[in-house]
């Protein structure tokens, strides 16, 4: 069964660092998101992205984050400089293929960010 | 009021029982309701879909949804220790994000 595979499952960095994520979702889907979750807490819409460009965003996504689709299959969450309240895990998900509406939404395993 | 309520738990059952899980929402736009089962530090897995009003049953999972009281629930039925889980509730007016539940913690005694 298709699956939405994302990279790496664990990433520690230094406060201030750029950190990429990588996600590959569902091949024939066309809507993307990020999500985040703080352990403990509920999980948090980032950003959704379609046709090429973000759709909607959350307050939490502000400057330091960026998303893109750089060729067919690639999906990434870059985080510019990173603090110690970003470290989460950070899930990708993708929605809207052939047959199926754009709500309903697979998910990645999840990237665990730590910053330290 | 927060958008989506969903009790925290922990909610414990013997093998076998029934267990009913249950949301709450406030914004009245919501046409479509998802739950999640997640695993310990795993991703969001996909259970029940439902559009609108109604039930939906699949194995045995139950979907519910009132929307003139704006609640939804999943009963399952002759529960596992493998059903052992956080269940997420999951909303969305199909045209903005999806909304999550803080997630129900569900234990099942064998």
């Known amino acids: 069964e298709p699956e939405v595979t994302q990279t790496p499952s664990h990433q520690v960095t230094q406060m201030g660092q750029e950190v990429i994520l990588r996600c590959v979702p569902i091949?024939?889907?066309?809507?993307f998101y990020w999500y985040r979750q703080i352990l403990g807490q509920k999980v948090e819409f980032l950003v959704s992205?379609?046709?090429?460009?973000?759709?909607?965003k959350s307050e939490i996504f502000d400057d330091q984050f960026s998303v893109e689709r750089p060729d067919g299959s690639n999906f990434t969450l870059k985080i510019r400089s990173t603090k110690l309240e970003d470290s989460a895990m950070y899930f990708c998900?993708?929605?809207?293929?052939?047959?199926?509406?754009?709500?309903?939404?697979?998910f990645g395993q999840g990237t665990r960010l730590t910053v330290v | 009021q927060k958008e989506v309520e969903q009790d925290p738990g922990p909610l414990s059952v013997p093998e076998g029982a029934i267990v009913s899980l249950n949301c709450t929402y406030s914004n009245s736009a919501f046409q479509y309701f998802m739950w999640y089962r997640q695993y310990s530090r795993k991703g969001p897995e996909l259970l029940m879909y439902t559009y609108s009003s109604g039930n939906k049953e699949d194995g045995r999972f139950t979907a519910q949804v009132d929307k003139s009281s704006k609640y939804i629930s999943l009963f399952i039925r002759d529960s596992q220790p493998s059903d052992s889980a956080t269940y997420l509730c999951?909303?969305?007016?199909?045209?903005?994000?999806?909304?999550f539940g803080s997630g129900t913690r569900l234990s099942i005694r064998p």
């Open positions: 992205f379609y046709n090429n460009e973000i759709s909607e």
């Open positions: 998900a993708s929605s809207g293929g052939q047959g199926r509406p754009n709500t309903e939404a697979f």
């Open positions: 091949s024939n889907h066309l809507y």
């Open positions: 999951a909303m969305t007016s199909g045209a903005s994000k999806i909304i």
